[in-house]
């Protein structure tokens, strides 16, 4: 009953969400169009449901050659491959937007784990891989929450960011995420969608924390 119920809630909110957002898509194609690349939207490969690939959509935030320059698979705060309205989407999260197609189509939902690329979801430990993805990933999620600004975080450690990322970020968020697995509501998931708009206001809450007294303790 709850995948139903998650369903329909992600067809209704993701057309009613698309519909609203027009006005806002239809300059940001347009500054897109004639600025950096002219590039509007970016697709990549992520995994999925079941650990299934599939093209996730995406304002065009960076150079088109960018997953071969610099830092790879891992975008830095101020990293050079970002493009001057691309920070701007990226800080305020307008890029995932377009996801919203993704959720239409089905194979994303609002809350779920954030949908990963190969190189960053072999970082997690094996039983998270086996797991993770028993949900359709989201366009949010726990993990999107406590993670508000990765960017930041990797940017201020004196390690090398891979590094960094597969041994601090990776073993947290994959706790996260198994934690998701194990307390997944449509209640869970409404105070999700909260959070996330809270966080964006508020970056460094603790009310995530607060709200969900079992997650799994900070380790950052």
Sequence with gaps: MYNIIKRLFDLIASLIAIIILLPVFIPIIILLKFS????????????????????????????????????????????????SVGKFLRITKINELPQLVNVLIGNMSVVGPRPLVQRTFDAYPVHIREIVYNSKPGITGI???????????????????????????????????????????????????????????????ELP???????????L
């Design 209 to 219: 924390h607060k709200m969900f007294k079992s997650l799994p303790p900070k380790t």
């Design 143 to 205: 993990g999107s929450v406590i993670f508000r600004d990765e960017e930041k975080m990797i940017s201020s450690s004196s390690m090398d960011p891979h590094e960094y990322y597969d041994r601090v970020i990776a073993p947290y968020k994959g706790a996260l995420e198994e934690w998701y697995q194990q307390n997944k509501t449509l209640l869970t998931d409404l105070k999700i969608i909260f959070l996330t708009m809270w966080v964006v206001v508020f970056p460094e809450s």
């Design 36 to 83: 950096g690349e002219g590039e509007i939207f970016y697709f990549q490969k992520r995994i999925g449901y079941k650990n299934k690939m599939f093209d996730i959509w995406k304002f065009a935030t960076m150079l088109k050659n960018s997953p071969n320059m610099g830092t790879g698979s891992i975008t830095l705060r101020n990293d050079p491959r970002v493009t």
